[in-house]
């Protein structure tokens, strides 16, 4: 099965070009990022000329299909073990009776 350049859906900030890319040729997303930052650094100061560019990317490259989109899904944020994330055991309320006119523990 051949590669094929499309759109990121898990790892865009505007329309998932630079991530589809990074995709592609299988850049970490610490790269994706420092070529984000660079591309924006250009884009300002090329006269829009490297904007325009990226508005045509967006337009013409496609969307990922479903299947190679689950294929992509980044569960990385989720654990699957319980213990990997702090639980708060709920405190047994204190249920004794107390007589209203008593201020004292106040």
Do not use: C, H
């Amino acid at each position: 099965m051949s590669k094929q350049l499309t759109k990121s859906r898990t790892n865009k900030k505007v329309s998932g070009v630079i991530g589809g890319l990074g995709e592609y040729f299988g850049w970490s997303s610490d790269v994706i990022t420092i070529v984000r930052i660079v591309y924006a650094v250009l884009a300002l100061t090329s006269f829009g000329s490297l904007l325009l560019i990226y508005i045509v990317a967006a337009i013409v490259m496609p969307q990922p299909t479903r299947n190679e989109w689950k294929n992509k899904q980044d569960f990385s944020g989720f654990s699957q073990w319980p213990g990997d994330k702090p639980t708060q055991k709920n405190k047994m309320k204190d249920v004794t009776p107390f007589d209203d006119d008593d201020w004292s523990q106040f």
